[in-house]
């Protein structure tokens, strides 16, 4: 029975037939619990794998090991670190599988000196020199940008893996250093799709795009097949180059190995469409998914926008609305910039609208499409009333809440130059029967003398009021 259970444990259960597991063991099995642990913990039921956890006298160093490793599957930084601590605080002591999945972590946290302090304790532990903590060490250091130290703790090591050679590309690639890049990728003598695909993305995120084309060539000449990553990173170079015909090539290559089937590739390719012009073919492509996520939505109604398509973006902007797909800033603005086209202030207005009330988030790009909405509105009211002053101090008023102080100014000297005054404001208080109005800095009043006297002490009072004397200051 025994050997039974044990073989069940290494099954993907479902949670359910995981506890009736569970009961007999706690009912006939105990010693079985920590593989039990295990067995949970590889499926990624963490939270009833930690409660099981928790209930074992003495957890030993595998499973410390084991939730440390699940949690970090899942992302879940801090309960990594706080199970480093936990497993530090006792005597099972620590072994090379646990540093790895803590640095991770301390990364992700922008934990910087924890961990360099994990780094310290690996060398304490005599753990420093093995390659499964240096390619963890490598690859927190590149991360932090600190690649001085990431390249001596690489140097260090004797028998070098692709995965440290990867990680250090990965780290070169986002501080810039194409050309070291290239040259630790050159050093290498054997490599993986991964080292072709980091390389591949050296060049792409760092503009060089003709040479990223290049690297695709030479490694299919080299037999390595592309993988999905490769292809989605040679199409935004198709993309940013507008390189159509190369796109169509890396279409056919797609098509050929069934890649299509796969959102990211081909929101991809939907988007390398968009940016070469071929809106059909996008839509083609969109229309050919099998499911949909925001990002592929957004790409296509920001296709139809930057291509001069408005009503078509508008119209495929209500499809996402009603399939309840919630769109994101990319969405918006597209959908805003397609109003502005259109000159729908109108439209434009449910957009705002939408927006306010669904909560949606706002950035600087939002903040401008939602400005140039507010200068088309102004604009039209300027069609229907070209001497009404006050639409013109709008104006002026909107581009100055934004900082655009050139603009504001020429809205006002326009409003000089056609000789249109703003209507006064006036302030107004009824005293004793009559009314005494005041507009800013007026002297018409025949007693504006004793008023602004009143005025200046009850400020110079608030002031008093409201200073904080620091006494300690000048002793």
Known sequence: MERYLISLLHRPLHINQFKQVHALIIAKYLTLTPIFVKGLLSLSFVDYGRKVFDQIPQPDQTLYNSIISAYSRLSQNKKVIEGFFLMHSKDTGINCYTIPPVLKACTSLLAIDLGKQIHSLSINYGFHSNVFVQTGLIDFYAKIGDLESGKQIFDEILVKDPICYNCLISGLSRSGDVLTARKIFDEMTERTIVSWNSILNCYAHNGEYLEGFKIF????????????FTVVTVLSICAKLGNLEMGLRIKKFIDDNNLCFNMIVSTALLEMYVKCGAVDNARREFDRMPERDVVAWSAMIAGYAQNGRSNE?????ECMKSEKIKPNDVTLVSVLSACAQLGSVEAGEQIGSYVESHGLDSNVYLASALLELAELSVNKLLELEPENSGNYVLLSNIYASVGRWQEASKVRSFMIKKGLQKTAAYSWIELEDKVH?????????????????????LAMHSNWATYDFDFDSEF
């Open 217 to 228: 060539e030479r490694m299919q000449a080299e037999k390595f097949h592309p993988n999905e």
């Open 313 to 317: 973006a508008l119209e495929l902007f």
């Open 437 to 457: 109005k005041f507009l800013v800095g007026d002297t018409s009043h025949p007693r504006s003398e004793d008023v602004y006297s009143i005025v200046d002490g």
